[in-house]
Structures are given as C-alpha cells and as structure tokens.
C-alpha cells in the first residue's frame, strides 16, 4: 500500500510542475499620489518591453453587456529600476502613450468598443496594472483612496482581492524579491 502511494506521488510531481506554464502575476505594481495626482509605480522584472495603465473597473456596475472597454496607458523600454508615470498624464521619458484600440481583439474578430480614459471621477472604481517581464497583481482604487496614501506610501495588492497602504521602501523590496 505505501509503495502504490509513493508511485502516485513521484508519478503526479512532475505533471503538476509541467501544468505551470509561466511565473504568476506578482506584486510589481503600486499607486502613488505625487502633488494630488495618482502615479503608476511599476517594477521591471528584467522585461525589455513594459507597459502601465489604467482602466475604468465596470465590476461593480451591474450589467457588463456591451460596456466599452475604457482605458489609459504608456508602455516602452524599462530604463530605470522603477517607472513611474503620473495616470492620465505625460509618459516617463523614452515611453508613449498607448493607442486605445485593442489590437488582440480586432485580429481576433471580437467586437470591441474601445474608449480613451480622459478624467477620473468620484464614485467609480479603477484598476492599474502593468507588465515588464512579470504581469502584476491589479490594484483596483477610488479616488477616495487617494487620500488614505501619504508620502511615501504607496497603495498595493494584498492578494488578488484587497489592497493595504504600505510604504514605498516595503512594496519596493516584496516587488524586487517576487522578480
């Protein structure tokens, strides 16, 4: 009986390690408030390519039929340890503005409505997310949040659900430990 069940085990191990295809989405990304406004705090993960954004969260707005997509974002070369990049503002230097249309959509077929995100508004939620060689847990925010998030403190993911105003140094060190 413990030899057919040490078979399993050894002969289950390397299926379940083959089913891990890519590293799961990490910590690598924060917001910040600098001068009032929200800024994307991204960590490269050795990536060539990043990218930053936000876009308006329709989860808590019932029916999601036909909703546009309603998005901001910069992407470009990682420079630095850290890009930062003021939400709706101009991009970090060497990075530009993403096009709104959704390129994987409209190969794909799918229609997609695609919309500039020009202004955040009380009473909605958003969502900021990035990439540069790792994808990043969201952290989703109200413009009320903002005020919760001191200098240098940052509003980070606490999971995949929730999110905790923590400092800048400590999101920097668990995002640079999760590369």
Partial sequence: MRRRR????????????LTACSPPDEPVVALAVRDGQP?????????????????LNHDDQGDQVNRPLITWGVHGEPTSEVVEATLLGQPPQGWEVADTVDLTAAESGMDVDVEPLTELRPGFTYTVSGSAGRDSIPVDFTLADLSRIGPDEVLAPRGRDATTVVSRKAFLRKARGSC
């Fill in 6 to 17: 040490r078979s399993w085990i050894v002969l289950t191990l390397p299926l379940l390690l």
């Fill in 39 to 55: 800024v994307g705090v991204l960590v490269p993960c050795g990536g060539s390519f990043g990218q930053l954004g936000v876009h």
